[in-house]
């Protein structure tokens, strides 16, 4: 991991900050309606399966990841993955645009140290995540419908 980069747990005191990166336009236009966004980071605080995190470069936060394993909720565009396979969705903060490959690349460096393989699953059109996602050792261009039928691109990294 970069020594700059680290991550720590998502905490109750990060709602209000988490709301305001949900709220802008960039991060909107990926994760709609930022109130209820807002409400299932809340309820996954409290979610064994779900681990919520905070990329920071010293003290200033970065992104919001979370991850689980892939086969734990419903998602078909997953079904071929490792048993041990980890599903992760992230969003960038306002300082960590244009960093998100780099953060993203110290999670999962981290997390490749305890499972074979790692999925991402952006919207197709997602193009700034994509490249983000591929600049952190992500690759995969197979277009799927994820549990609602949406098109997404599945991307993996392995150890």
Known sequence: MPPEIRIRPVTAGDL?????????????????????QLGLVR????EAAMTQ?????????LGYAQYSPAHHWPAPHFADLPADA????????????????????????????????????PDPE?????RAYRKAGFSGDHIL???EGAP???MT???
């Open 86 to 121: 980890i599903a992760i969705d992230v969003f960038g903060g306002p300082k960590g645009m244009g960093r998100g490959g780099e953060w993203l690349r110290a999670l999962a460096d981290e997390l490749l140290e305890r499972t074979s393989l790692l999925a991402i699953d």
């Open 152 to 154: 997404v691109r599945v």
């Open 16 to 36: 209000p900050m988490l709301a305001l990166w949900l709220a802008r336009p960039e991060v909107a236009r990926w994760w709609p309606d930022p109130k209820h």
């Open 126 to 130: 997602n193009l700034r995540a994509v």
């Open 157 to 159: 990294r392995r150890r």
């Open 145 to 147: 419908r994820d549990g």
């Open 53 to 61: 995190v905070i990329a920071m470069d010293g003290d200033t936060p």
């Open 43 to 46: 309820e996954d605080l409290d």
